[in-house]
């Protein structure tokens, strides 16, 4: 019987955010009879005793700034003996930081490398500048938004582009839903009755949660009675500051009282259940969206701009709506057509769970990932054996 393949996930960050949800889910679900995980995090956090839960090896080699040579190329060095000692067959690593530090090891080792992109690529990025050239056997991207992007930006390089969809779990439908959404709500100090929005995701500039509250102020001229929710906090040491000046814009609008600051949640599956329209601000690019996705499994009707991948999660009128970045105006607009329309709702959030389920399931995630990793190992078992018959 074949012995599963070693596979070393590279995380760049210990705290969790989509990129890292997806490597999670990786981790927690790869075919074990197949592939073997185990886990480099070159920051600490949370996530390094989440993963090692899941029984995967975990190795932990903090970096500092990438400007200091000395750390990096320790780092680097202590990478390729890990993947020597534990017999790594291929190095899959998360965002261009992940792959600058697991590429080279992985080239130094002679194993195969890929790195999944899971932003969007930019000429003014300069760790996606240094990513590129270091060998990767395949780049996997999150949408083809973010797939056009790179290939604009950085050319192909011969290297092969993969488009996958990072994918979410569909959960059941319960009975006791409304009884749930009111235990949640009565932790957050919201009355019941309340039409609850919210938007998920972590606090930077990019997210446009400035000009979600400055929609919500508009919205709730004709809609008082309806709550909004900030869900998330600065992350990696980002954009400090940042939640405060929102809270302070909330602040200056007076609507403070009507806007709760959640911070951080690990409980987002509870959080949906609570909601009744989800929004999705962003003013940045976007190579995907998963919290938009998570929206649409558990049911519940979006509102997103149109900055890259969202485009290709949400059908138009069909399973959310679709408004312009940075048009404060039309997400208002778009806040109040769903708040007017309960049935509107209710049909938006059937159709955007079923088209989630049938799209961007976690399966379907794992099934395209397994594939192309054994497409990965399989070409590199085939040079091998090709070099050996041309050396005998």
């Known amino acids: 019987m074949t012995s599963p393949s070693q596979i070393l996930l590279v995380f760049p960050v210990g705290e969790c955010g989509g990129a890292e949800s997806v ?7 790869l075919d074990r009879s197949r592939f073997e995980p185990a886990a480099w995090f070159l920051r600490t956090g949370p996530l390094v005793e989440e993963v090692r ?31 020597i ?12 930081y992940g792959h600058l530090y697991g590429g080279i090891a992985a080239h130094q ?8 992109q899971h932003g969007i690529a930019s000429p003014m990025n300069l760790i996606d500048q240094l990513a590129v050239s270091i060998p990767a056997k395949m780049i996997i991207t999150s949408s083809r938004v973010a797939a056009r992007a790179h290939v604009e930006v950085f050319g192909m390089n011969g290297i092969r582009l993969e488009v996958i969809h990072p994918g979410v779990e569909i959960a059941p439908d319960h009975p006791d839903r409304v009884a ?58 980002m954009d400090r500051g940042y939640e405060l000046r929102l809270k302070r814009l909330a602040v200056d609008l007076g609507i403070e009282d009507k806007i709760v600051f959640t911070g951080f949640r690990r409980d987002v599956p509870r959080l949906l259940e ?41 059908i138009d009128g069909q399973t959310g709506l679709i408004v312009q970045p940075n048009n404060e105006q039309q997400l ?23 088209y989630a389920g049938a799209h961007f399931s976690q399966r379907t995630m794992i099934e395209k990932v397994e594939a192309a990793l054994h497409s990965v190992l399989e070409a590199d078992t085939a040079t091998k054996a090709q070099r050996h018959e041309e050396g005998r």
């Open 23 to 29: 490597f999670m889910a990786i981790a927690r679900h």
């Open 53 to 83: 839960t899941l029984g995967v090896n975990v190795f932990l080699h903090p970096i500092t700034r990438l400007s200091d040579p000395v750390n990096f190329w320790r780092t680097v060095k202590a990478g390729r003996r890990l993947i």
């Open 85 to 96: 000692d534990a017999h790594i067959r291929l190095v899959l690593s998360s965002l261009g």
């Open 109 to 116: 080792a002679g194993v195969d490398a890929v790195w999944w």
């Open 180 to 237: 749930s959404r009111q235990v949640v709500l009565d932790e957050l100090g919201i009355q019941p009755g309340k039409v609850v929005i919210a938007a998920i995701s972590r606090l930077q500039p990019g997210k446009g949660q400035d000009i979600f509250i400055r929609s919500a102020s508009s919205a709730l001229r004709r809609y008082p009675q309806v709550m909004f929710l900030l869900v998330g906090s600065e992350m990696f040491g």
């Open 274 to 314: 609570a909601i009744d329209i989800f929004v999705h601000p962003a003013t940045a690019p976007e190579s995907f969206g998963l919290s938009v996705v998570e929206a649409m499994a558990a049911g519940k009707p979006v509102i997103v701009t149109d900055v890259g991948g969202p485009r290709e999660t949400v």
């Open 332 to 354: 208002s607009e778009a806040i109040e057509t769903l708040l007017a329309n309960a049935q509107l709702r209710e049909q938006l959030g059937r159709s955007a769970r079923d």
